[in-house]
């Protein structure tokens, strides 16, 4: 059966953007176990290991790009481009038990507040966090469309206001001994990372259960075909991304006299008002139509 292909744009400057945001962040890391080394700080240490982690997101993020640009084949007849969704979905959910964690660890800190090690702490957090910025402007423009590359800058954005946490509840601890602005101001950081987190991962859910886009929806496709001169029903309907900005549509549609004009003319329509290039009709005479059917599903 004919149908349309919609091809993956040429890759531009956004996998250097990506490379170059892995290297800041691979820096960053080693500078901060050797500081942590020499001070002494063990904070210092896990902060890098939190920012290694970030690199390693980024790198799935590039990863995932690459694979999700491969042609269609034998074993993957739709091609690869779920490799994103995939990669989105695994960062989101570290980023939901980072969240998690903090609020535990913020909580924590509410019973026993901890000691602050000193000014060193809170110059390498200004320092993470002038790192942790220039991450997300990297990954900032390519985050507005690319779920997986959302998810990484999320990340990056969620460690810059970690470092403003430690910079502000540091300084004022350490100039007036409020222990308790620290583990406010992680349980606030905690609790807008798990907000984003759990809505950003639902439309990566969507897509990996083969749920129907929120635009268009299934009903107003179906009436738009339903409404096609010479068409007696439609059936059998399925609507569904095959990835984050390619939908595909399967339907069979009734008419009462063989028009092989039909096909094209239901194709264009889905083109034209939908934006759906990936598209399977079966056309069925009113004769030998299928029934008990539903409208829409199987």
Known sequence: MPHDHHHHPIPDAGD?????????????????????????SLALIADAIHNLSDAIT????????????????AAMTF????????????????????????AFEGVMRLFNPAEV???????????????????????????????????AFLHNLADAMG????????????????????????????????????SEIMPVIRILMMGSPGD?????????????????DVHHLHLWRMQEHETA?????????????????AKALLAEKFHIHHSVIEIEHVDTACQGVPAIGH
């Open 58 to 73: 980024l790198v799935l993020a590039l990863v995932a790009r690459r694979i999700a640009r491969r042609p269609a084949d």
């Open 163 to 198: 470092s403003v946490a430690v910079i502000v509840a540091g300084t004022l601890i350490l100039l007036y001994d409020w222990r308790l602005v620290d583990p406010v101001v992680t349980l606030m950081i905690s609790a807008y990372i798990l907000w984003h987190a759990a």
């Open 249 to 265: 549509l399967e339907a069979h549609i009734v008419q009462e006299v063989p028009n092989d004009s039909l096909r094209r003319r």
């Open 117 to 151: 090690e000193g000014w060193t702490v809170v110059v390498v957090a200004g320092i993470a966090l002038v790192i942790d910025a220039a991450t997300a402007l990297l990954t900032l423009r390519m985050a507005k469309d690319s779920m997986n590359v959302r998810a």
């Open 16 to 40: 250097r953007r990506l490379w170059l945001a892995t290297a800041i962040n691979v820096l960053l890391t080693v500078a901060q176990i050797v500081a942590g080394i020499f001070s002494g």
């Open 216 to 232: 268009p929806h299934a009903e107003e496709v179906l009436r738009e075909l339903r409404a096609l001169p010479g068409v007696v």
């Open 79 to 102: 091609g690869y481009g779920r490799a994103e969704v995939v990669a989105a979905l695994i960062n989101y959910t570290t980023l939901i038990t980072v969240s998690v964690w903090l």
